[in-house]
Each structure stands twice: as structure tokens, then as C-alpha cells.
């Protein structure tokens, strides 16, 4: 298995540009999630899905967008690049909500 | 809202040492408690995890952790530390067992002089 995996691994987005942040699993994990970490805050959630076609919104889900059509693929859209989003973004995904969750490697976002 | 406080934000300690890491939370109901350890430029691994039963947990590496319900507290533990564990400890927490999503603490970054 793979596990989780995240492309790309680093990017450099100007101010307002849009992007996808790419997450795979090919564990058969239900449960699947986006956080971002940023130094001295510990890693926050953006958006989960319980399973495919069902998403809803974390802790900081402002300027995020997900989907989940289907179990293995769980994209983060940014909409409109901001310097605040300059972060490490993980993925994760588990077998159901709760249960502690593997990580992937991560993206490492740059937004000028 | 609930919340995870790691006591400390660095902690350096020589080869050999004991090793505590302080971890409490805000959840007065059933818990899922976890650490994370996150070697430097990698992603976050599972060191050990409590859902229930004997408050003593065992890890990978030779950790442990104790929860104490009484003090809300997860505590991390390794008698002796080694430099390959310089790394950065995340505690988590899922309020209502299985229900709640996961919430980490800030991290304790951990650095081991050879």
C-alpha cells in the first residue's frame, strides 16, 4: 500500500490564483481530512468527509473547498490564493472518524 | 469548545535522560486520546493512541503514556531518551469517543543532545 499520498509536495502560488491540492488513499478509508499547520499552532482542520459524497467544514475552512465523489481521492481547493494560506497542508485519512488517522507527507504552500 | 494545552514548547534533553511530556485537555465526556511524533521534514506518525481500558498505553519506540481522567491528562513517557527521538510530540484529542474530530495540541518540539 501506499497510504496516503499528497501532490504536490511544494508550490509557490501569486496572491488570488487558484489551485488543488491533490489527496489519494488506498487504504479503503471512510474518513478523510485536510488540515493545515503552521508554526506554534499545532495542526488545525479544515474540511473532512465521513465517506464519499458527504464533506463538511472544520475549524478553519475559509477560502477552502472540498469535494469527494469518490472513497480513495479527497482534493483541497483553494479559490483565491491568500498570504495567510502560506502553510504545510496534510492530508489524512482513517477508517472512520475518531480512530486516530494516517498522514500524509504533505504540501509545503507558498502564496506571495 | 474543546481544547488540547502541551505544557511545553521545547524541551532539550542528553542522551539517556527520562522523558515527560505534558498533555491536557477540555472534555468532560469520553475521550479518544492520541500522540503523534513528527520527525523533522516528515509527516506526522502515530505513536500510540487510548480508547479505553488500562489507562497505561504503549507505543511504538518505546514510549508510554498515561491517562489520568481525574486530570484530564495524557502524559507522554520514555525513561530513556535517544537522539533519533529529536522530534516534535503532537497530543490529540477526539471528544465523545469517536464522534468528535480530532483536535491537536500545539506541540512540544523535543531536541536530544548527543
Known amino acids: 500500500n501506499a497510504g496516503v499520498t499528497q501532490t504536490p509536495k511544494f508550490q509557490v502560488l501569486k496572491t488570488g490564483q487558484s489551485m488543488t491540492l491533490q489527496c489519494a488513499q488506498d487504504?479503503?478509508?471512510?474518513?478523510m481530512s485536510w488540515y493545515r499547520q503552521d508554526p506554534g499552532m499545532g495542526l488545525r482542520l479544515i474540511h473532512y468527509s465521513v465517506g464519499a459524497g458527504i464533506t463538511d467544514q472544520g475549524e478553519v475552512p475559509n477560502g477552502y473547498n472540498v469535494s469527494r465523489s469518490t472513497t480513495e481521492d479527497f482534493p483541497l481547493r483553494l479559490l483565491s490564493a491568500a498570504p495567510s494560506q502560506t502553510s504545510v497542508y496534510f492530508c489524512a485519512s482513517s477508517y472512520s472518524k475518531g480512530l486516530g488517522e494516517y498522514f500524509g507527507p504533505g504540501t509545503r504552500l507558498t502564496v506571495t | 469548545a474543546q481544547s488540547v494545552s502541551q505544557h511545553n514548547h521545547h524541551v532539550i534533553l542528553s542522551e539517556a535522560a527520562s522523558l515527560e511530556l505534558g498533555c491536557n485537555y477540555s472534555y468532560g465526556g469520553t475521550v479518544n486520546l492520541f500522540w503523534y511524533v513528527q520527525y523533522p521534514g516528515q509527516h506526522l506518525q502515530l505513536l500510540l493512541k487510548y480508547f479505553s481500558g488500562d489507562p497505561l498505553v504503549k507505543g511504538i519506540k518505546g514510549f508510554e503514556a498515561e491517562f489520568i481522567k481525574s486530570k484530564f491528562s495524557f502524559n507522554l513517557r520514555k525513561p530513556s531518551v535517544q537522539w533519533s527521538d529529536t522530534a516534535e510530540y503532537f497530543c490529540a484529542v477526539t471528544g465523545g469517543g469517536s464522534q468528535g474530530n480530532l483536535i491537536f495540541g500545539k506541540g512540544t518540539k523535543l531536541s536530544v543532545k548527543p
Open positions: 487504504m479503503n478509508h471512510e474518513y
